[in-house]
């Protein structure tokens, strides 16, 4: 009888709803593994290499949150979203933490219902141009055509420095980050714009990289940092302390390789850090290894950097403004105590 | 004798009729619930994550620019004005690409059925090449075509004055602005509406006294010839608005973008494939038997077409062609594939923006909704108008 099913799909909706009412740890706990969603076609960040395994900055954060979790780096289930579908995605749960070249800005902090972590990558905005356009400033680009992804900060950035330079100009914008490229090194637009760090990513996939170059000016800040839900603060602590943790332990000159050398070391923060004196994993409702999981399989944040961005990478990417702050970057874990 | 008399009384829930009443109330109580149940929970949901709800974004500076515009607008226009731009946008490709799909569906379908073979096998590659390639494949494929065939604006193709053809799209030359241009559009209004009024009078006269009138050269004298009346009065202006290379690009004249051409092209060749079958099966849904009746009372061959096949085969062809008119406008929102700023496309970027992805999704649905229905209201409308009046 039709009636009779109605009211059955409706108690188990009823139902299904009140299970979904737990914290994000307890849920990812029960499912066995952290869903994240990253760039998945973002060279350097989030992207499959030729075996089609998912390697990145963004994507060794995530590992490292399932080794803070887990004690196993692997237990992850990566998404592959656009800019468009991102943040939906988080808010409506469908993954559990983002990791995707996100941009921290106050009204994703308030009108969306989304909390940033500590930044893993401090990133700002350029242009990316074919050499043979014969310019070398972006103050050069009036009356241009640009290509631009869509729904990012990106295309509000272009758009204020523009407008605060007295410049016209006209934004092509394709969702598809691979479309775009392809227009733009068919020469579609005059211009690319996007962080500088995703500029690299795309002029190491042109057809000829040497016939393009970096505009020097750097039109915005773009912190780019993990994002959660609003209102999970035990998952909020889990993502930035694994962020925190990731700097602390360059800092503290723990990598994957010394990690093990160094449970028996004698300097208390050292100790501290890595379980061998307890207490900090139980404060964040994980195991007292979690520092030394995430260390072990991941590697502390400057091993990350240079694996996935460095200089030795095809991006090339110098440290920056993303060196420890003990070298003049902005990298700065606040005390594991 | 009325049969309750003979029946013995049936106690209401066993009567068939007032069960299904009852049902119907049931169900409706049942969506009714789940429908609020739905709504109120997300709402919940929403305030718990502390995510911003209404439409009040609409009114601030939407910061973003927008490629092509049918109207003035910058970065520092509010949102609102952004999604009409995009509105816009949607209903200059979907209404273009409706006029050019009827036009070549209708030649496609007819050139299916020609006694000509290879017309009609050509026509019939057409259909079906067309018609199983996705529509999305499409529209990458002319995309790319587009920017991959043209040089670089410098190096702008100029087959004929005026016209420039170049991966940034086409320049076109167009008449400079001036007043007369307003005053024939008006003349050119009531030429229309003066022709259709002779056409009407034309048509009771032939029903009372029989006696024809030329229709078709009065009807293009008077819708032509105004405008061109009051354009020579105006000193036939002739100063045309020619594109010119300046810095990165083409000024003055309109531009069309490729992303506009390459929409446009993918969803007219996709869909006239389908409106070129209903043609056809419309056709082919008169019997023969009526072109041989018409035949045999001595209509002419034109007479033939226009009073007995045509209004017979309207009647199958409308309803496919309406939906085939909803499909286009519909598949216009891949746009956003091709980077054509369409409603979708604007729309996206303020939700990405603003975070409303509720009030964003809710505004695209209802304005497809309303395009979709009023195309619906219009094309039921001239489905019954050109129905056959059955005695």
Not at chain 2, 42 to 58: D, H, P, R, Y
Request: hydrophobic share 45%; net charge neutral.
């Amino acid at each position: 009888m039709k009636p009779l099913k109605m009211v059955v799909a409706c108690i188990s909706i009823l139902a299904m709803s009140a299970m979904a009412m737990a914290g994000t740890l307890d849920d990812v706990k029960a499912k066995g593994y952290v869903d994240v969603g990253i760039n998945g076609s973002l060279f350097g960040f989030g992207m499959p290499d030729e075996k089609g395994e998912m390697k990145g900055l963004d994507v060794d954060t995530a590992k490292a949150i399932a080794a803070a979790v887990f004690g196993d780096a692997s237990k992850v289930k990566f998404t592959a979203l656009t800019a468009v579908q991102r943040l939906p995605a988080l808010q409506s749960k469908e993954i559990d933490v983002l990791c995707r070249n996100t941009t921290q800005t106050l009204s994703r902090e308030t009108q969306s219902g989304l909390n940033f972590v500590q930044p893993n990558y401090y990133d700002g905005q350029g242009f990316l141009v074919p050499k043979a356009l014969g310019i070398k400033s972006a103050k050069e680009l009036d009356g241009a055509t640009v290509c631009v992804l869509p729904g990012t900060t990106t295309e509000m950035n272009a758009a204020d420095f523009f407008r605060a330079n007295g410049m016209k100009w006209s934004p092509v914008v394709i969702e598809n980050t691979a479309e775009l490229n392809k227009a733009f090194f068919a020469g579609r637009c005059d211009a690319l714009t996007s962080d500088m760090s995703q500029l690299a990513g795309n002029r190491s996939v042109a057809p000829n990289p040497e016939d393009y170059m970096l505009l020097p000016e750097v039109i915005s800040k773009e912190p780019l940092a993990p994002v959660v839900r609003h209102g999970d603060d035990q998952w909020f602590d889990i993502v930035n302390w694994t962020m925190m943790a990731l700097i602390e332990a360059e800092e503290l000159g723990i990598t994957s390789q010394n990690v093990d050398d160094m449970l028996k070391s004698e300097n208390p923060g050292i100790k501290r850090f890595l379980g061998v004196t307890p207490g900090m994993g139980q404060m964040l409702g994980l195991d007292n290894e979690w520092a030394y999981n995430i260390v072990k399989q991941v590697g502390n944040y400057g091993e990350i950097f240079e694996r996935n961005v460095g200089p030795d990478t095809p991006l090339g990417i110098p440290r920056g403004l993303n060196a420890l702050w003990t070298d003049g970057g902005q990298m700065y874990a606040s005390p594991i105590r | 004798m009325t049969p309750s008399e003979s029946e013995p009384k049936v106690p209401f829930w066993l009567d068939p009729g007032k069960r299904a009443i009852g049902f119907q109330i049931i169900t409706c109580l049942m969506v009714g619930l789940l429908a609020w149940y739905l709504v109120n929970n997300t709402l919940v949901n929403m305030e718990k994550q502390s995510i911003a709800s209404g439409f009040g974004f609409l009114e601030r500076e939407a910061a973003f620019e927008i490629g092509e515009s049918l109207i003035a607008y910058s970065a520092s226009d509010s949102y609102a004005k952004a999604l009409f731009v995009g509105v816009l946008n949607t209903l200059k490709v979907s209404f273009i690409g409706i006029i050019l799909c009827l036009i070549i569906g209708l030649f496609i379908g007819v050139a299916r059925l020609s006694t000509n073979w290879l017309v009609k096998k050509l026509a019939m590659i057409y259909i079906e090449v067309m018609q199983n390639i996705p529509v999305l494949l499409q529209l990458f494929f002319w995309y790319a075509l587009f920017y991959e065939m043209f040089p670089s604006p410098r190096q702008a193709l100029n087959p004929m004055a005026g016209l420039f053809l170049c991966n940034r799209g086409v320049a076109l030359a167009v008449p400079a602005s001036h007043p007369a241009y307003f005053q024939m559009f008006i003349a050119l209004m009531i030429g229309l509406v003066l022709g259709f009024g002779l056409k009407r009078w034309v048509k009771k006269r032939k029903f009372t006294t029989g006696r024809d009138f030329p229709v078709l050269w009065p009807f293009l004298g008077l819708s032509l010839g105004l405008p061109l009346l009051v354009w020579v009065l105006h000193g036939a202006p002739m100063q045309m608005d020619v594109p010119e290379l300046k810095g990165f690009n083409f000024q003055g004249g309109i531009m069309l973008s490729p992303e506009f051409f390459a929409l446009l092209l993918g969803l007219v060749i996709y869909t006239s494939a389908f409106v070129a079958e209903a043609v056809r099966a419309g056709i082919q849904a008169v019997s023969r038997g009526q072109t041989e009746a018409a035949m045999s009372i001595g209509l002419k061959k034109k007479h033939i077409l226009n009073l007995v096949i045509l209004p017979q085969a309207l009647r199958v062809i409308i309803p496919p062609l309406t939906s085939q008119m909803l499909n286009l406008t519909k598949n216009s929102s891949l746009a956003i594939a091709i980077g054509y700023p369409d409603f979708v496309s604007v729309a996206n970027t303020t939700i990405n923006q603003t975070g409303q992805s509720i009030e964003g999704v809710a505004m695209i649905m209802a304005c497809y909704l309303v395009f979709s229905v009023s195309t619906s209201i219009f094309m039921n409308w001239y489905n019954k108008k050109s129905k056959l009046v059955e005695r």
